[in-house]
Nanobody, 118 residues
Framework: QVQLVESGGGLVQAGGSLRLSCVASGITLRINVMGWYRQAPGKQRELVAAISSGGSPNYVDSVKGRFTISRDNAKNTVYLQMNSLKPEDTAVYLC????????????WGQGTQVTVSS
């Protein structure tokens, strides 16, 4: 059974930082493309950052220079370091794992709430 469990969300003032963690079980994280999505009330789910199995990161323009995605394959964990947070970053953040073509899969965590106050 595959599980992705996020943690690290919370309430922070604008300009503050949070570090989200996503621990995976039931899959070998290193072969998956891992992503952090977010969904704010009334808005579509948005891909915030992703990291390939080779470790190459990509970010949506709105978080470039502020967020950093990383992975620790030994711990089967992916992180999202969020700095200089803004009220518009407020959302539920969800972890996603997409398997390679030879072991396909699309898995989601339950999400963690991030609230940034102005």
């Amino acid at each position: 059974q595959v599980q992705l469990v996020e943690s690290g969300g919370g309430l922070v003032q604008a300009g503050g930082s949070l570090r989200l963690s996503c621990v995976a079980s039931g899959i070998t994280l290193r072969i998956n493309v891992m992503g952090w999505y977010r969904q704010a009330p009334g808005k579509q789910r948005e891909l915030v950052a992703a990291i390939s199995s080779g470790g190459s990161p990509n970010y949506v323009d709105s978080v470039k220079g502020r967020f950093t995605i990383s992975r620790d394959n030994a711990k089967n964990t992916v992180y999202l370091q969020m700095n200089s947070l803004k009220p518009e970053d407020t959302a539920v953040y969800l972890c996603n794992a997409k398997g390679p073509y030879w072991r396909p899969g699309d898995y989601w965590g339950q999400g963690t709430q991030v609230t940034v106050s102005s």
